[in-house]
């Protein structure tokens, strides 16, 4: 079935084609190629089994995700033989589609471990959330782009965000707050179109506030809020004339919001969301019984910093990883992969990926900025949105630094769709800025 | 502002996780101990534990091999289950919850599947073995015991469980170590260090080689074998004597506080908590909650001492001379505390230390008692004076010997009293009972054979203890070796075991003579009470007896406690007497009084309580 597509993506390639190569921006791709050779090398260490060592096996989850690999490299190719304007034009009904997909899981999807996240096509399982990335980045970027859109309109800012809302809403009763979450990314590709600041200092606000709330209580911080405002007042009230009711009004709305989300964390969570908060934030006071939840309910997080502590400077070792051996950190291969590069290759193999990740953002960010095009700049944005926050979620939670979300780390977690999609979605970008300098669009 | 958003958030992330992930793997980089590395294979070379032997060089425990198969889960291939069952002699579904068990404790490390194969189930398994992969004999020693007496002394062995493995890093799981007496006091001794081999292994779980060239493998030490002070014969002769009967019989050698026998009972037999057998039998002895003969008595048992305390009262109203051999004091066939009389058996008339000790008058000793605290001018310091003479002779505080329990006793304080009666408000007529060994003093039998020993070396006792020789060689702890000294004068002694040699000749033992053997003893009545439905009700009186032979060089001194086995010469004195006699000479020759204290048993007596009927106290049925 593919033959004929990857016969005729060559054949436009032939046609424009010796030009996209050489104009495709290099170092990003080199960037993606280093992460995802050794997110195959730490998924191959994993995963491998005293019966099976061979490294072509297409049964162990290593030969797949090699499989994919290959999938993605045809997957680039034809990426990069489509028409560039074939993105812009049809992102709309990408978007559409992606839609009817998503939803299309309620009825028809397949269950594994609890969530109805993926189609069963026979020979793999597509995860439509990754699809839906792809497709929303370039809805969000067509929009925004448009002449008629003007951002500082309330009205488009809500149609831009309703953009993103709508998979998210789509995507968390399957349930996926993980893959959720991610939409919100693309906030960043709005901010940077013009969306004022304050929204950003408003979510950082709520961000604050719901913490506080969990770790302080609500009468603490209203304490702490009153003395703070009162403190303002009296060294204010010489020079400054402070408008009382609107100031007195958002003090009252803190308030509300923090016994809301007292209300919403005992009543709305599950009991292990609010487990990983409070081993988050380490609500338990008591370090014995904190030892005991880490062990327990922060079981996954304390074998991943246990691996990575023990892999030192300079590691143990590729296949060397004893822990990883043993089959100490659960669903290493898959979201804990970032804890094989710990314990085997040690500092050096974890600030190696970190630094991978950080230049490719900004390299990315680099290119979006050069484009002429807005559609162009704003998906670019959209993309490093998107892989940042996967990175930041991913590695902040293998690390312990943030509370257990399961969403895959890019281009590294074993994973077919995941692989596939991200490589799409980093190169439709390629793409774009390959052909930044043509007026031809 | 917007244009940088993004990139100095990324930025920042970068620089957060890389400060992070130094955090975790330069700073607080911990490598894998070895023992928790699961690429390293630990295997234990277990020496054998040391033989116990009597102060005689008769063998105790020895040991026994056994065989323990073992499982590692994760090298375990698809096996014919069946086959292995009844080679294992095993039922599928034990077989199956076994195999789950130990994959949850850990599947890479090595579980007990069947614990102390039997030798045969060994023989049969031993060539078959190789089939089966993931599975291994372990060879272990088990405690092979050549005596069916000193349960309580010896003590046995178990698995460690949770908390000794936490409490001490040595053990791992599987392992035994000594949970009562001896072989819990002097377990590092007994048990010398398991050897030590790391293997290093693949990724495919192959051997392929030694670790570090096995530069951290240690061999074996071995357990050390070591001597108790106790006499063999002497203890099971004792043992057989307590059948039938509860109490606690210690015989001490005075010259060196070195214990002949320790004898609780009821005992059982040690062979009974050994193997595979052990923790059901050990259920049912625990769970014997009347007859408890888990509880050792000798050691454990508080009880008041009775009239053999009279001998401490008359040392020190000596010592402080509020008397002296010549005082005496009428008895008026009792005494009168207040306004009511106490009654006394003696037969009235004058008494003075040596008739008020042999006729163990009560008169007399309350008399003297009242003259000790008529000494000082409050009561208070008469009983600091009293406390500190009695607690000289180890009484009312752990005594020290090397066991791993033990009472207190008590010698009342002032303090003790204050609380009881308010600060105060209480006088010498309160405490009169301590006079004849009741009231609130208690002792347990090895503190009352310990204040034998001290009357029989005329003022200094050595602490009692088990020990007598490691690999041979006697032990030097100065903590055993050295005299303690009691706070009474070795002139003040001399009356007082006069007054114990006539209780032999002809006072209140004169009924359990030895042909030969010159004792100085002192009977005892203790009474006591037990609570049946909530009510206070006495029972049948406590039978005691201490005493010391020969009086001039004393070989042994020895506490018999008989519970409810009435006045002191009828249970208690005649087996004390038994003892004296079989370890002086070797042998008894009153085989009449023989028999019949190894016959008679008191279980009427303890059964009494529990019948749920009237019941008569302190019957003379022989």
Redesign the interface.
Known sequence: MLNPIVAKSLRLMNMSGKSVLKRIDWLSVLFYLILVFIGWLNIYSSTVTEAEPQILNFKALHGKQLFFAGVSILAILLVLALEVNFYERFSSLFYLIAMVILLGLYPFGKTIAGATSWYDLGFFNLQPSELAKVATALALAKYLSDIQTDIKRRKDQLYAILILLIPAILIIPQPDPGSALVFFALLFVIFREGLPLYYLGILFLVILIFVATLKFGTLWLTISLALLTTIFFLIKRKTFKVPIIPFASALVAIVLFSLSVNFVFNHVFEQRHRDRFSLWLRLEKDPKKLEQIRKTIGYNTYQSEKAIESGGLIGKGFLEGTRTKGDFVPEQHSDYIFSTIGEEWGFLGTSLVVLTFTFLFLRLIHLAERQKNPFSRMYGYGVVSILFIHFLINVGMVIGILPTIGIPLPFMSYGGSGLLFFTILLFIFLRLDANRLKESF | ???L???S???L??I???G???Y???F?????QIAE????KTIYDYPERGYIYDRNGKLLVGNDPAYDVMVIPREVKPLDTLEFCSLLNLEKEKFIKQLRKARVYSP?LPSVLVHQLSKEDYGRLQEKMRKYKGFYIQKRSLRYYDTNSAANVLGYISEVNERDLAKNKYYVQGELTGRTGVEKQYEEILRGRKGVQYIQKD???RDIGPYKSGSLDTIPEQGKQISLTIDKVLQEYGEQLMVGKRGGIVALEPSSGEILSMISGPTYDPSLLVGRKRSRNYTKLYNDTIANPTWDRSILAQQPPGSPFKTLNALVALQEGVIDENTTIRCYNGFYVGRSKKGCHCGGGLRNVNSGIYKSCNAYFAGTFRKIYEKFETTDEGMDVWEKHMKSFGLGNYLGYDLPYGQKGRIPSKEYYDKWYGDNRWSSSYIISNSIGQGEVLATPVQLANMTAAIANRGHYFTPHILKKIEGEAISNPKFTEPKHTTIDRKYFEPVVQGMADVYRKGTAKWVQIPDIEIAGKTGTAENFTKIDGVRTQLTDHSVFVAFAPVHKPKIAIAVYIENGYYGSRYAGHIASLMIEKYIKGDVTRKDLEKRMLEKTLEHEYAKPYSGEEFKINEYVW
């Not at chain 2, 590395?37 to 390293?40: G, L, S």
């Open positions: 502002m917007k244009r958003l993004l990139s958030l990324v930025i992330i970068g957060t996780f890389l992070r992930l130094s975790l793997q330069i607080s980089f911990s490598p894998d590395d699961p690429a390293i890479r990724r495919f779980n």
